[in-house]
């Protein structure tokens, strides 16, 4: 089945190819680390409803859901228009055009943050805002960019 699907296409709109075929796991970006916590629901339903009832927190500081159906893809795309509106343009400010197709580009990676001032004694700035900052200033981009934030001299 893997034949007949352009891996490209997909993987473009941040969905990695599964070993099995004809399966592959969302990549949903958290730019610094730190998201509101209502979208675990949102995360859930992806799990639960076209997925394999799993998540990973990815090295990259994403939501990684497994098991996902080729066919599905359009589906999860239409049902996380409202959080890449609400994280990816509200939040941040990225300038990216919101459409039924998903993510725009999985160029630019996740920017990563530890958690900065909001919590660690030894944190000397926000690391939400300037790793949100970073953000809009690289996403969306075709180019292959990782970059992570450290609040201290500790990271």
Known sequence: MNHDIDIKKVRLNCFRQSKVPGEFM?????????VNAKYLNDIQ???QRWGNGTFHMGMRQTFNIPGIKYESIDEVNEFIKDYLKEV???????????????????????????IGNAHCIKGNINT???????????????YHIKVSVAGCPND
Do not use: W
Not at 27 to 34: A, C, E, F, K, L
Not at 100 to 109: K, L
């Open 45 to 47: 339903e992806i799990a």
């Open 88 to 114: 990816e343009v509200d939040e941040c400010n990225c300038d990216m055009e919101i459409t039924e197709n998903g993510y725009p580009t999985i160029g630019a990676r996740n920017v990563m943050a530890c």
């Open 26 to 34: 969302l990549q949903m970006r958290v730019p610094g680390g730190t």
């Open 128 to 142: 939400k805002d300037m790793a949100n900052k970073i953000e809009k200033l690289v996403f969306p981009s075709h």
